[in-house]
């Protein structure tokens, strides 16, 4: 069994920091790729930024430049600075990661975690 706890959500102003943090525990071999999902209300789930085992990482054009990704993979983490935030940014973030087992990739996701940025 693997969880992901996510944590470091909450309430701020928009131009405001918060800094998210995820953590895999359990039967963890190897993790491939982490990252970052958002689902504000009424919207589909959406890719916010990933990063592979190696440290290369991808960003959705909205969050270029103010977001950054970073992981610790001692610690089977993965975090999430976001900076400059703005009230679109409003959303349940779910962490991802994309765990081997054997032959097999599976993908885990966290509980989400809610940001929500007042204008």
């Known amino acids: 069994q693997v969880h992901l706890v996510e944590s470091g959500g909450g309430l701020v102003q928009a131009g405001g920091s918060l800094r998210l943090s995820c953590a895999a525990s359990?039967?963890?071999?190897?993790?491939?790729?982490m990252g970052w999902y958002r689902q504000a209300p009424g919207k589909e789930r959406e890719l916010v930024t990933t990063i592979t085992s190696v440290g290369s990482t991808v960003y959705a054009d909205s969050v270029k430049g103010r977001f950054a990704i970073s992981r610790d993979n001692a610690k089977n983490a993965v975090y999430l600075q976001m900076n400059s935030l703005r009230p679109e940014d409003t959303a349940v973030y779910y962490c991802?990661?994309?765990?081997?087992?054997?032959?097999?990739?599976?993908?885990?996701w966290g509980q989400g975690t809610q940001v929500t940025v007042s204008s």
């Open positions: 991802n990661a994309v765990i081997i087992k054997g032959p097999t990739p599976y993908d885990y």
């Open positions: 359990g039967s963890i071999f190897r993790i491939n790729d």
